[in-house]
């Protein structure tokens, strides 16, 4: 029994002295693999650090203390943490490091971009924790030369080959400093609290949340210094494309034209920002669907390698249109499905602002439809109110281009021309404005301008669709007539419409409508034959020569009295001191003896006159006349024979006309 029990224990004492032992292999060949990374730093040119390292054997947990990191790049970058550690570490494949949970303290990353440090970041984190890390062992080189931009992409290809089902940061600290050659100066510092990020895997991330970020920023804006304040809770993204997000700080990606879904959906708010100049801006809640990129479009260390450091020249035309004609291709390079801020309020010392909601989506460097909604403000004569405001299109990318041309230059008007192409159509409605200071309003209930069917940068199709209505002004003289006939208030609805058809060479203006509450309406369809194709040219010389060819097609007009012979007969009267009755057979006399100088050997001319005189003899009548061309009438020569010779223009046509209630 007594060498059992000596036996058993010579066992424990060989066991522990067996563990002990393992326990400092395993310890030194922990140490040996953490100088590994270290030297690799160093080897690089950079300087790294960090005090004890310890390794508990049967916890599997790894201690390293006060780490301190610098890069040989030019500018460095640096790290620091109080400490690091990894619990449940698992050392089976020296390719890659595995821990069910790792802990970094007072974590601490400095990186600066420009010359003379002109831009500086630092961020402090108290503690990070990761749960189930799996991640590979040593340390990507950095470039000699490495921006902040390939610091981003260094940080976000390296996430992109780990795997963790959570990273949890309580809260992130944030400092920008940006200095320039005078005086003013800028900074900010902004804080995130309780940020996580779930499910970190194959290069993809299932979510992110945050709390909230606030922020400050101080500025120095002509001598006055300016601080903006911030704060926007429940930042929250989904469906999040690391490797994509890293490819547009890689130049090596510059030639990959595949378009990368980065964010599924992304949401936020509410979001205030106050600042010391008397601003107050509140929106309710954003949010963003659907967001990719190509990253050969979307190389941001290239587009920002060509913007002057603060304090630097202007840049030259030729600099700025190559900066330009590289942001138009980073606009190419981003899909946005979809994008809406609701809710927005704004206070300034001028007045208070609210917008309900705004819409875009952007694909191609094309915004789809740019779209306002629910606009109150308020203008020096009294209150806006604007119910939709919408771009039906509007080109982007091209539109920076053009305007790039125009640097240190006045644009030709063919290169201003260029500029309607990049807009498809602008739709106004629910609008409410004060006329001048009369306290009256003007009121637009539908303004939509569409056109396209571009020849050049000319349109061949337009369409205005228009009803609104305004107060008049006893003060204009061309109102005068209306406001003594007690008319105070002037409402229009038009619809006009335009139309070249190409392989028939026909315009046609249809449909031509109008109506002026309490006067008259009108409709009318107006037609041109062979117009050629260089009749839209921005040529003048060449435009001019096409009209040649333009013949005059069929006119139809339709109008209907709603008061409007009334008025002008009143109108005449006045000015002649005359009655009523007497101003309307002196306007028929008048008509009589014309059409008879003009309509004596043309029957059609004489059915013309007629229509007319009964038209003006009896109030709320509707006349309709037709004109259609004999034979082939070109347009040029019939606007000669209008203004010299009447009777001949009418010639030209078969003329049919006729009232009726």
């Known amino acids: 029994m007594k060498k ?52 508990d054997l049967m916890q599997r947990t790894l201690t390293i203390g006060d780490i301190a990191v610098e890069t040989g790049t030019q500018p460095p970058f640096r790290l620091k943490a109080a400490n690091v550690m990894a619990y449940g570490v698992d050392r089976s494949d020296t390719s890659r490091f595995s821990a069910a949970s790792l802990e970094a303290r007072d974590v601490e990353i400095d990186a600066t971009m420009g010359d003379k440090q002109a831009f500086t970041l630092n961020y402090k984190m108290p503690l990070v924790t990761v749960k189930d890390f799996i991640g590979p062992t040593g340390v990507r080189e950095l470039r000699k030369s490495a921006s902040l931009f390939d610091l981003y992409g260094f940080g976000l290809a390296y996430l992109a080959g780990v795997s963790a089902s959570s990273i949890t940061a309580p809260g992130l600290t944030g400092t920008i400093k940006i200095a320039t050659s005078g005086a003013e100066g800028s900074s900010g510092e902004y804080t995130y609290s309780n940020l996580v990020l779930d499910n970190i895997k194959n290069g993809k991330i299932a979510s992110s949340k945050s709390d909230g970020v606030t922020y400050t920023f101080n500025s120095q804006a002509a001598g006055k210094a300016v601080k903006i304040s911030g704060n926007l809770a ?3 993204a989904s469906d999040i494309d690391i490797g994509a997000l890293a490819a547009i700080f890689d130049p090596g990606k510059s030639s990959d034209d595949r378009d990368y879904r980065v964010y599924r959906h992304v949401s936020a708010g509410p979001y205030e920002v106050t600042s010391t100049q008397g601003m107050k801006m509140r929106i309710d809640g954003m949010t963003v669907d659907d967001v990719g990129f190509t990253p050969s479009r979307m190389q941001l260390p290239a587009l920002m390698a060509l913007i002057p450091p603060p304090g630097a020249a202007p840049p030259s035309p030729a600099q700025a249109r190559e900066l330009m004609d590289r942001l138009a291709n980073v606009y ?174 026909a315009f046609a203006l249809e449909p031509v409508k109008l109506d002026m509450a309490g006067l008259l ?130 010639a030209q046509f078969k003329i049919e006309a006729s009232t009726g209630l």
């Open 332 to 505: 190419q390079g981003i899909r946005i499905g979809n994008t809406e801020m609701h809710g927005l309020s704004v206070e300034t010392p001028q007045g208070p602002l609210k917008l309900a909601s705004m819409r875009l989506n952007l694909e191609g460097g094309k915004i789809g439809e740019l779209a306002i909604e629910g606009l109150d403000t308020h203008a020096p004569n009294g209150p806006v109110k604007v119910g939709r405001f919408a771009l039906k299109s509007l080109d982007v990318a091209n539109f920076i281009r053009l305007s790039a041309q125009f640097a240190g230059q006045k644009p030709s008007p063919e290169q201003a021309l260029g500029l309607i192409p990049l807009i498809e159509g602008v739709e106004i409605k629910g609008v409410t404005s004060p006329y001048k200071a009369t306290g009256k309003p003007v009121n637009i209930d539908v303004l939509s301008l569409d056109w396209g069917q571009f020849v050049g940068s000319i349109p061949s199709r337009l369409r205005l669709i228009a009803k609104m209505a305004a107060p008049l002004d006893a003060a204009d003289p061309r109102q005068q007539a209306l406001v003594a006939a007690g008319i105070d208030r002037m409402a229009v609805d038009a619809d006009l419409g335009a139309v070249w058809t190409e392989a028939t060479r």
């Open 234 to 236: 429940n930042v929250v």
């Open 4 to 55: 059992i029990l000596l036996g058993l224990i010579a066992l424990v004492v060989i066991a522990i002295g067996g563990f002990f032992g393992f326990d400092l292999y395993t310890q030194r060949r922990i140490t040996s693999a953490v100088e590994a990374a270290f030297d690799q730093v160093r080897a690089e040119g950079g300087t790294a650090s960090h005090g004890r390292i310890s390794f």
């Open 521 to 650: 309406n009108a409709s009318a369809k107006v037609s041109l034959a062979n117009v050629p194709r260089e009749a839209f040219s921005t040529s003048a010389a060449e435009s001019m020569g096409a009209a040649a060819q333009i013949e005059a097609g069929t006119i139809e007009l339709v109008v209907h009295d709603l008061g409007v012979i009334d008025l002008a007969i009143a109108q005449y009267a006045r000015t002649q001191n005359v009655s009523r009755d007497e101003a309307r057979n002196a306007v028929l006399n008048s008509i009589k003896t014309q059409g008879d100088a003009i309509g004596g050997a043309n029957p059609d001319a004489t059915a013309l006159i007629t229509a007319i005189s009964q038209f003006i003899e009896t109030p709320g009548q509707t006349l309709v006349i037709k004109l259609t061309p004999r034979a082939k009438v070109p347009a040029l020569q019939l606007i000669e024979l209008l203004k010299i010779d009447l009777q001949s223009a009418l």
